[in-house]
Structure formats: structure tokens, C-alpha cells
């Protein structure tokens, strides 16, 4: 099915997940309503490298199944390659990797890893994964990782998301991967920051234009204030983070609440083009609301939306 949009459409299922049930019921909807494919990011809840690989037959119409994002955290690049080529083979060549350094809070209070020189950690990650994700070999000494092998997993290359925000993170997407995966991103910022400096460097290193995949919150309702109170509570520490802070500040919105399309379908609709407007090559959409009536709402709002 033809995107309205001219872009893929993604469905976001969400970071707290807790079965690979719900994963798959989500699958199947998104295939159904019309969306080109999944995305599963981690926190707390299940492995969604595991968790694509075990609902992809469920789903056979979506042309991708894959992560946005999994922290690099508490992995290292054999193990990860090997799970994302696992992933691969059993997807049948649908899958994205999407990974990030993800933030201190996580890579030190849950794994207890220095997040001092999270870039160059990254970048050292990513001299290793990339050719293991091809299915060559790697030979990495880094200061932070190290990395000597090959994989014997029969499946197609995999593509690689970086989720990256600051200058020194979308300048190695665009040099090293295949584009990159934001999130708390407006229109605005998307444009003026994540665009130029990802395009530059992918151009500079003789890459393909990148993919850049942004993530949309929206809610069909006829209370927006009510669905943008909701999602402030929720927000809080995400705007705290420095990098969300950042492109918050960018986007000269207080929250990612401000971000979230509430309203009519024609609102969301038009608020969906702006992102495409200002070089979404993607879009991730997730619903911004734990509200079961609106969520329902706005499930039978974006089938309709992407039926045409």
C-alpha cells in the first residue's frame, strides 16, 4: 500500500513491552491497518531484537520489522551482530537495526558502565558492528572495545540506524550507518539540525542520502490539552535528559508533550506532512495515550488515514 505521505509509516509499539504476545498483536494490527512496518525499543521490557524475529510470520505484509532503539550498553559487537543477522535470516531480510549510546542514567546506574566518553565508545562500537553486520569480519582495538571475529550467519546485510542528536553523534551516522532515528525531534529541528548535518557527512564519506526515521506521538481526541497534560507527566524525565534538552530548546518547545499531534485527523494529518516537509525520510508513529477509548479512536483514525 501506497503511503499517503510518500514516505514509509512506521508503528511504533513502545519501550515497556513485557511479552512478545503483545508484540505480536501489535504486528498484526499495524499489517493490517496499513503500516509499512514495526519498531520495538528497549528499556526494561523485551528483547525486541528477540522479540521482531518471533512475530515476523504474523505478519508477513509489513516490509520491516526492527528496533528503535537498542542501547549499546551491556553489549558488545559479536553478540549484537550476531543477533541482528539471527534476526535477519528470520525476518527474511526485513530487518533494521536501530542502536544508540542511549544516556548515564542507563549506561551507568543499570549496567555500571562509564558513559564519560559515550562518543567515542560509539564510534569504536561501530568500527567493529558495521562490517560484522555486511557479514565480514571485524578487527577493532580500541580504547573501550575490542573486537576480533567473524559471524557464519547465513542473511542479508543489515541496515544500521544510529539514534543520534548532537553534532559529533549525526555526523558518524552519516558517515559510518545508514541514517539515523530521533526522537523528541520537531519539524523545526529536524530542518535546520538533523538534516543538514547527517546529509553533509554522508555526502563527505560517498554515502547514499540517509534515512532519517522520526518518531510522531499523536491522539485522535477532541481533548488536546487533556492527551498533552497526560503525556507532560510522563515526559518529565525525558526532558531532562541533556541530549532531549538539547533539541527541545531547538525546537523552542518546554516538553515532548508539545510535540504530540492531538486533535482531529486533519490536524494529525497535516502535522504528519510538516515532518516529511522538513526531510523525514520516515516516519515512526506511536499513540500518546494510555487511554483506552482514545487509543481505539486513534487506531481507527490512522487506518483510515493510511487506506486513503
Known sequence: MESPFGVPIGFGVGTGVTRVSTVRDQAIWADEAGFSSIWVSQILGVDPIVAV???AADAPGLAGL??????LAGRHPLALAAGA?????ATGGRFTLGVGPSHAMVTEGFYGESYERAFSRTEEFLEALVPLLRGELCDVTGEQIEAHGWLTIESE?????????????LDLAGRTADGTTVGSCGPRTIARHIAPVLGAAADAAGRPP???QAMVSVAV??????IRREAEASDQLYASLPSYRRVLDLEGVAT???????GSLDLIAEGLARYVAAGATELRIGIGTADPAVVDATRAGLSALLSG
Do not use: E, N
Not at 221 to 226: I, L, N, R, S, Y
Not at 256 to 262: E, I, K, Q, S
Open 53 to 55: 524475529a518471533a512475530v
Open 66 to 71: 526492527g528496533t528503535s532503539v537498542v542501547p
Open 85 to 89: 543477522r539471527t534476526a535477519q535470516d
Open 157 to 169: 546485510p543489515v541496515p544500521l540506524l544510529l539514534a543520534a542528536l548532537g553534532p559529533r553523534m
Open 210 to 212: 540517509p534515512r532519517i
Open 221 to 226: 481526541t477532541d481533548d488536546p490539552d487533556g
Open 256 to 262: 515532548g508533550a508539545d510535540l504530540v499531534l492531538a
